[in-house]
């Protein structure tokens, strides 16, 4: 059986027109179908401080975590920002409500394997460990606990982050207890410089 083939939308500069880019894709996709991934490319933010850019960073429209399945099926979760512990979280921030909000979206189904691609802006705290040499970095100091539990739920295939200003790719790695669980699928860390 041949593999449908993935449907693509790019656009150019947005320039921080964020309701006129989401109601625009969302006419195309009611006239043309889903697409399976959005390709943005050019200014994406603008140059000047916009209400609507402001109203994603203060949280009156969310923004900060969500799960995209494309129509061939491929699953990616983001989670935007940096992890904070206090309440009220600020807006370019992710707190343990956001994480675990995730997990239970994905993880309560009898039948989930695992996601396909996990972003995230912090590396996950300890990500090194058994794995092979992250260079300057120590992965014990650095990252975020919160995206540890949330990779070590969702078991993504692949996971790429940012922050520590250097190139990593971590041996791949499974989330289970050997012997004791279901082997899973093994899950490729790229860290982006």
């Not at 956001?98 to 309560?108: K, N, P, Y």
Request: glycine letters at 10%; proline letters at 4%.
């Amino acid at each position: 059986m041949a593999q449908k083939p993935l449907r693509l939308l790019a656009c150019g500069d947005v320039e921080g027109k964020f309701d006129i880019l989401f109601n625009r894709v969302q006419a195309i996709q009611k006239k043309s179908g889903n697409f399976d991934l959005l390709l943005c490319v050019g200014n994406f933010f603008g140059s000047t401080q916009d209400a609507e850019w402001e109203e994603y960073k203060t949280g009156i429209k969310k923004g900060r975590k969500g799960i995209f399945t494309g129509s061939s099926g491929l699953q990616i979760v983001y989670l935007s920002g940096t992890e904070s512990l206090n309440e009220p979280v600020p807006g370019y921030s992710f707190s343990p409500k956001d994480v675990s909000s995730l997990r239970m979206m994905l993880c309560t189904t009898s039948q989930f394997k695992g996601v396909d691609i996990l972003l995230t802006s912090p590396w996950p705290k300890c990500v090194g460990n058994f794995g092979n040499s992250s260079g300057e970095v120590d992965t014990k100091k650095c990252g975020s606990a919160l995206v540890s539990s949330l990779a070590t739920g969702l078991k993504p295939r692949y996971h790429f982050a940012a922050l520590e200003k250097t190139y990593y790719e971590r041996l791949p790695y499974r989330n289970h207890i050997i012997l004791q669980e279901n082997a899973q699928h093994a899950t490729r860390f790229i860290a982006l410089a």
